[in-house]
């Protein structure tokens, strides 16, 4: 979408694409009836400006965009973000936010509801008197579920370094003898040696039944042969994250029908909902093509999360594929996950997730590890 001249810089957002994300906020606003709108979630901001520091106040309204912050952010401001006024606080900078506040030219604003504290509403919000504040919800989320072609290729470059490190960790595996904490070591260092700066989230490395936690935290005890290890990971390159999982088994599982029908069972569910999944659906109808199948085989109790989610700037984001996600639709450009999975207590747990970019003919698959679970 933008020129080269950001490919040479590296930076994944050029100003014609933080134009368009201002405009359509701004056709957004005019649709609530709104005057402008206070961003205040970091990520947001990012999105809207390009500024990757994080704390600020950002005001957007039809006419301008104001960015308040403090002095260890003006220089930062100024280079990554010059498509805003720098409004800049001097201390003490609770006045100086009051006051910036008040002069700001509009009537009715909103402000993120999800990213405002009480605290901060009672100080600045609920004594200023020459604006209506009102609470919004998920409006910068909503922009950023639909992700431009920049967004889509840096996000393959996110998959990409995480994978690579994935097929360079996993075969130095020595059952019995390498901790999962190990393996997630070095599967973060190829990551990092590879270009992310830094991990998406924090390495889920699994063995047996750790495996049946679908968030555990790697251990220091030897990942054992034969059982199943659940190793979820992602990278963060250019601000943009990757999330994928796999389950692998170190020689013979030891359990083979359990562990290949409890296998096979994901597999099936996941490879329906990829095959499947397409824009016009919502969240609900996308969960329901991975959770009926395992429910069919028996293990509807077994799968306690949602089929999967958006990724971007961040590793969780819009749209959700749940049970309990609301109306709104799957649209292309959307990047999501999907992630089916089985956790049985004692024995261990099955999650396979990839990533697809939601197409107009359908999902299309960014991921493509291997899905042969036996390493010999
Ligand atoms: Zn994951
Ligand atoms: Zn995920």
């Given at each position: 979408m933008s020129g080269p001249a950001n490919r040479q810089t590296g930076m994944s957002t050029g100003r014609r694409d933080i134009e368009s994300r201002m405009e359509r906020l701004r056709s957004l606003l005019s649709n609530r009836e709104l005057d402008g709108v206070l961003v205040t979630q970091p990520y947001n901001i990012r999105y809207l400006?390009?500024?990757?520091?994080?704390?600020g106040w950002l005001v957007i309204t039809q006419e301008r965009a104001q960015f308040a912050t403090d002095s260890r952010y003006f220089e930062q401001v100024e280079r990554e973000a010059p498509g805003v006024e720098l409004v800049r606080l001097q201390s003490p900078v609770k006045e100086s936010l009051i006051k910036f506040f008040e002069s700001i030219p509009a009537k009715r604003l909103g402000f993120e509801a999800e990213h405002m504290t009480v605290g901060f509403s009672n100080r600045f919000l609920r004594n200023d008197k020459s604006h209506e504040w009102v609470p919004t919800s998920g409006m910068v989320l909503g922009l950023r579920a639909v992700k431009e072609p920049e967004e889509v290729e840096a996000i393959r470059v996110a998959i990409r370094v995480a994978e690579d490190a994935f097929k360079a960790s996993v075969p130095r595996v020595v059952p019995g003898k390498t901790t999962e904490r190990e393996l997630a070591w070095w599967l973060e260092k190829e990551m990092r040696e590879r270009g992310a700066e830094k991990l998406a989230f924090d390495t889920i490395v699994a063995a047996g039944p750790n495996?049946?936690?679908?968030h555990a935290v790697p251990g220091g005890t030897p990942i054992p042969p034969g059982v199943p290890v659940v190793i979820d990971m992602g990278a963060q390159v250019d601000g943009y994250c990757s999330d994928f999982t796999r389950t692998v088994c170190w020689g013979?599982?030891?359990d083979p029908e359990r562990f290949w029908e409890v296998y096979n069972t994901v597999l099936k569910a996941q490879e329906n909902a990829i095959a499947k999944l397409r824009p016009g659906m919502n969240g609900r109808e996308g969960d329901a093509l991975a959770r009926d199948i395992i429910a069919r085989a028996g293990y509807g109790h077994a799968f306690g999360h949602s089929l999967g989610h958006g990724v971007g700037?961040?590793?969780?984001?819009?749209p959700r594929l749940s049970a309990s996600a609301d109306d709104s639709t799957l649209k292309p450009g959307m990047v999501v996950t999907v992630e089916p999975g089985i956790y049985l207590r004692a024995w261990g747990g099955v999650r396979i997730e990839d990533m697809g970019l939601v197409a107009e003919h359908g999902l299309e698959l960014l991921t493509s590890l291997p899905k042969e679970p036996l390493i010999p």
């Open positions: 400006t390009g500024f990757t520091g994080g704390e495996g049946a936690m679908a013979k599982p030891e700037l961040q590793v969780h984001e819009l």
